[in-house]
């Protein structure tokens, strides 16, 4: 990702991230210093810090960036109605393949019998149904004439209408086993 730099001179500079803490030389002589890329990303705009696509998302929705186009994402109309939808992106599946491997330890192997209380530990940490859901936030342009069917919808339908926005197919690509969701009062 390119960031623009001026000098003092008032001549721009296209600048990557791989040139952080450099120093550039300007037509008119001056040195201009590249700063970290936190501060270029500020400059630009952007979180300093955005590690991934949720962090985008959430970065795009505080600039006010989204929900884009004003395009209903089921009848490709101009609308201004948007609905809140929420996208639960990871769970902790551990418990699931701990419990697995001690019932193949208590067939298998004493070793493995030895340690499979160990493994219980670890799911009396994370019961199923806890752990580390995700919830990001993608609101979408649906017209108020749409949004019943929408909530109706299956989540091959929901995910097909949030794909309409660039950064969400990213975030369904990133999480396939994403489950769509209505926030409430929506």
């Given amino acids: 990702m390119g960031f ?10 296209d600048v990557q991230a791989g040139q952080a803490g450099s120093t550039l030389k300007c ?8 700063p970290s890329v936190s501060k270029l990303r500020e400059m630009a705009g952007k979180a300093a810090y955005e590690v991934g696509v949720i962090d985008q998302i959430n970065g795009m929705i505080d600039r006010g960036e989204l929900p884009a186009g004003g395009v209903c994402a089921v009848s490709g109309s101009k609308t201004e109605d948007v609905m809140e939808i929420l996208v639960k992106t990871e769970k902790f ?3 699931r393949d701990f419990r697995a491997y001690a019932i193949l330890g208590l067939l298998f192997s004493p070793i493995v019998f030895l340690l499979s209380p160990s493994m219980m530990v670890s799911r009396a940490q994370h019961p199923e149904g806890s752990g580390r ?21 299956s989540q091959k339908k929901l995910k ?10 990213k975030l369904l ?14």
Avoid: H, I, M
């Avoid at 037509?27 to 590249?34: I, L, P, R």
């Avoid at 990133?174 to 929506?186: C, D, K, R």
């Fill in 160 to 169: 097909r209408w949030l794909r309409s926005v660039p950064v969400y197919a």
């Fill in 4 to 13: 623009a730099l001026n000098c003092t001179c008032g001549r721009s500079f």
């Fill in 93 to 95: 599946q551990g418990a």
């Fill in 27 to 34: 037509q008119c002589g001056a040195e201009v210093q590249v």
């Fill in 133 to 153: 859901d995700t919830w990001v936030r993608t609101p979408l342009f649906v017209d108020s004439k749409y949004q019943q069917k929408v909530r109706r919808a």
């Fill in 173 to 186: 690509d990133e999480y396939p086993q994403a489950t769509v969701e209505f926030e409430s009062g929506s």
